[in-house]
């Protein structure tokens, strides 16, 4: 199982990696939303704000998100890690149930070019 550490690790490549973006890509990581990640084995969120092509996470809670942000992300710590390693594809995942992912249809359909 994968640790609280290993999880903020993972989110910090994320952002990494959604500054490096290109083309449509780049588009959606322009938002600038409020993002939350509930790492539900875990039971912490981490909550920040996706801005400037980058993920800033301003705390880490226990338990589920305490707000409602606009772009809310809900998975295990070990998926996380998979995804962002690329060893697991978000489509799948997703349509499996086992990452979830709540925002605007607006929302959805710049972000799923991230994807």
Known sequence: MATIEECRAALEKLSDNMQRAEGDARTAAA?????SCHITDLDV???????????????TLQ??????????????GDDLIALVGGELHFAKAWS????????GVRDLLLLRKLL
């Open 63 to 76: 338990g589920p998100p305490r707000e409602k942000a606009q772009i809310r992300l809900s998975m295990t």
């Open 31 to 35: 938002l600038d939303r409020s993002v």
């Open 96 to 103: 499996s149930g086992r990452v979830k992912l709540h925002a």
């Open 45 to 59: 969120t981490f909550a920040g704000r996706m801005t400037g092509g980058r993920i800033h996470v301003h705390e």
